[in-house]
């Protein structure tokens, strides 16, 4: 009980902290309707050819120009906050969390806390980012979209605080607004991709869960739930890694 009470603080001390995070909660506000809306606001209602997954094979749709930007654009905002939350999260915790280890916190009762709070930014910045896409474009199989959002989201918030652990806060800022533009935003968008991937387009952050995304959203059926599965299985391996990395930066600290 004692465990579960100081794990409740730590995880109450870190939602306040990001919750004084100007920054964070201004892109948070700002980041979706610039954009999300706009890119719905200012597509031209053309139908263009999109490269996906149909009835097991790689084929190629054509859906409204607007539509594609929807299931683009909603990753990229979505991977950029956590991104930065993540990197936030990390930063600050190198500072909170060592004048707790100081009156006695265990390093695995951080650990639990601060990915308690990114988990909970996770799920409030999948929510908006979808929320504000919902407004001018539903996906077809919403809850596969929303799934692969989630994933997607996670995984760059840990990205994010492996970041934060490694590189300073401006270069860290950097990265994180560049990465999921480049990610997403050019090499996993179907108007892009032209051909099969090269391999190491494949093994991008983005790669497994935006391809769901695309086929949720885009056309009749899911075709593409292994690639679900992947996705998850990048997560647990970027978790691992950031678990590890956090809990060595606390027992420094």
């Not at 009470?5 to 919750?19: D, H, K």
């Amino acid at each position: 009980m004692v465990v579960v009470n100081r794990i409740a603080t730590a995880f109450a001390i870190g939602l306040r902290e990001q919750a004084r995070n100007y920054v964070l909660v201004a892109l948070l506000v700002v980041l979706p309707v610039a954009f999300i809306t706009l890119a719905f606001a200012v597509t031209q209602e053309v139908s263009m050819p999109v490269r996906t997954v149909v009835d097991g094979a790689t084929a190629t749709v054509h859906r409204p120009m607007p539509d594609v930007h929807g299931v683009i654009m909603t990753p990229i905002t979505s991977a950029l906050i956590a991104g930065l939350a993540g990197l936030f999260l990390m930063r600050e915790a190198r500072a909170t969390d060592g004048r707790l280890a100081v009156v006695g916190y265990r390093a695995r009762e951080l650990v639990l806390a601060r990915f308690g709070v990114l988990a909970a930014l996770t799920f409030v910045v999948t929510a908006v980012a979808v929320g504000v896409m919902l407004v001018d474009f539903q996906p077809t199989h919403l809850w596969w979209f929303l799934a692969a959002m989630l994933v997607l989201s996670a995984t760059y918030g840990l990205l994010g605080m492996l970041l934060g652990a490694v590189v300073s806060r401006l270069a860290g800022l950097w990265i994180m607004l560049i990465l999921p533009m480049l990610d997403v935003g050019l090499f996993q968008d179907p108007l892009f991709a032209n051909s099969d991937p090269a391999w190491w387009v494949t093994l991008l952050p983005a790669y497994s869960t935006v391809r769901v995304m695309v086929d949720a959203g885009l056309t009749d059926a899911v075709d593409t739930a292994a690639s679900l599965g992947l996705g998850v299985a990048y997560l647990l391996v970027v978790a691992a890694v950031a678990v590890a990395v956090f809990y060595r930066t606390t027992r420094v600290a």
